[in-house]
């Protein structure tokens, strides 16, 4: 039996506008995942430059963090056997107009022709870059 993780999800700031955060929690709920910690907040420039701190040089990293810093975001430290592999299915492919019917992107997330992809999530992509993640975003959970 795997061990049990933790991860890091965001609900962008797209999805905070548009009232989809029960329905983001909702999915996550359904599928079996435990809900460890939660805060809705508006992120300033350091934390996202610590968070996004691996895309440094990038062109696309002015406009990823002038949107994340466009409204509040809905942080989340998610619980479960296999959670990282299985949020990121459950968030689809980062461009929506590819992800798949049926995944958060699938289904809420559309191509806005927007400067950076407003696609309603972010959930951590490793051990490694959850526990960096959960640490920036919720340093009491250490």
């Known amino acids: 039996m795997s061990e049990v993780q933790r991860t890091l999800v965001l609900v962008k700031p797209d999805g905070v506008r548009r009232g989809l955060v029960g329905q983001v929690v909702g999915r996550i709920e359904a599928k079996g995942y435990r809900l460890v910690a939660a805060q809705l907040r508006t992120a300033d420039a350091a934390l996202l430059g610590e968070h996004y701190g691996e895309h440094a040089g990038r062109a696309f990293l002015g406009p990823l963090v002038e949107f994340m810093l466009s409204g509040p975001v809905l942080a989340v430290v998610v619980e479960g056997h296999r959670v990282i592999e299985g949020v990121r299915v459950l968030s689809g492919a980062t461009d929506p107009t590819l992800a798949a019917p049926g995944s958060i ?14 696609n309603i999530i972010h959930a951590s992509d490793s051990p490694g870059s959850a526990a960096r993640e959960i640490a920036l975003w919720f340093p009491d959970l250490g």
């Open 105 to 118: 992107r699938g289904d809420l997330a559309c191509d806005t022709g927007a400067p950076v992809m407003e």
